[in-house]
């Protein structure tokens, strides 16, 4: 058990870690497929590296015994008497609860995941672009699922209907569900740390950066598709571990897109954890041991 809530603790203080570094001086940087990347390392990291440890061999000399010291042990040993007093196992509780409250958890991503596959179970699908298309008729938010799209092409015109493909289909071909189902999990294991629901948000907001990036690289106007952001986010049905069109603010979007693209000097931000990482490895990872000194006469 503790060391289990030791284990919980180094995870947590290294998830912290990568949240202030991207909060603080990532989050508003344009780098945002390199942002993808330096969050997944900190669901990586903080679950991982806790596991390992280094030995390090320390020799020392073996200890002379003298009859006395030999004496005197024995008569320890002889007045030594075990006092056992039964105690409550508040370990057991704890562990408990932690288990009972992880399993609902992931039980309710079950539960979505799910949901996801009988809904888009029930719908014609059709192929695009090597993606499969599923067509509702019902008003739902425009989303992706792995290399699943769903929209109502109904309800927007065609210049609409290519923003949110293209979009959507960037979401596909760089797996970005893998990124959501990852932050749920790591949510459903680590539910007793704050930042762990933050850092669920700050990924997929950061998807949803990356989406409008790439998909305003292929667009020839950028106002159709900005006006496109504001008439999707009418829609308030979406379902959870999914891609959404309108998952971030919009109002946070728009400036995103706006923003002026960040200088590659900046780059040195993401060299931060390096040294943090390597403080933690030494300072919690090395394990000594001590082992006698083979004497030799």
Not at 48 to 64: A, G, H, N
Not at 86 to 105: E, H, N, Q, R
Not at 201 to 206: D, E, F, G, S, T
Request: glycine share 2%.
């Amino acid at each position: 058990m503790e060391a289990l809530f030791i284990y919980g603790l180094k995870s947590a203080g290294l998830l912290t870690c990568f949240y202030v570094v991207y909060y603080f001086l990532l989050r508003k940087e344009t780098f945002f497929s390199s942002n993808r990347w330096f969050l997944l390392s900190g669901l990586f990291v903080s679950a991982f590296f806790p596991l390992f440890t280094w030995t390090k061999t320390i020799y020392v000399e073996r200890p002379q015994w003298s009859m006395e010291d030999w004496m005197a042990m024995a008569k320890s040993q002889e007045s030594l008497t075990l006092v056992t007093e039964p105690s409550w196992d508040w370990t057991t509780l704890v562990m408990g609860s932690y288990l009972i409250i992880a399993l609902i958890i992931l039980g309710r991503v079950l539960m979505q995941l799910i949901s996801i596959f009988l809904f888009l179970k029930k719908h014609p699908v059709t192929s695009e672009a090597s993606l499969r298309m599923v067509h509702v008729q019902q008003e739902v938010t425009p989303f992706s699922f792995f290399n699943y799209v769903v929209i109502n092409n109904q309800l927007y015109s065609e210049e609409e209907r290519k923003s949110i493909f293209l979009h959507e289909k960037i979401h596909c071909n760089q797996y970005h569900s893998i990124d959501i189902l990852l932050s749920h999990l790591y949510c459903g294991l680590f539910w007793f740390h704050p930042l762990a629901w933050r850092y669920k948000k700050a990924i997929a907001q950061n998807l949803e950066f990356l989406a409008d990036q790439k998909a305003m690289e292929q667009l020839e106007s950028p106002t159709v598709y900005q006006k496109t952001l504001v008439k999707v986010a009418t829609s308030q049905q979406a379902l959870s571990l999914t891609n959404p069109f309108n998952q971030s603010l919009i109002k946070k979007r728009i400036l995103m897109l706006q923003q002026k693209q960040s200088q590659r000097r900046n780059l040195w931000k993401y060299g931060i954890m390096l040294p943090a990482l390597v403080a933690f490895m030494l300072i919690f990872q090395v394990k000594t041991v001590a082992q006698e000194r083979k004497v030799t006469y």
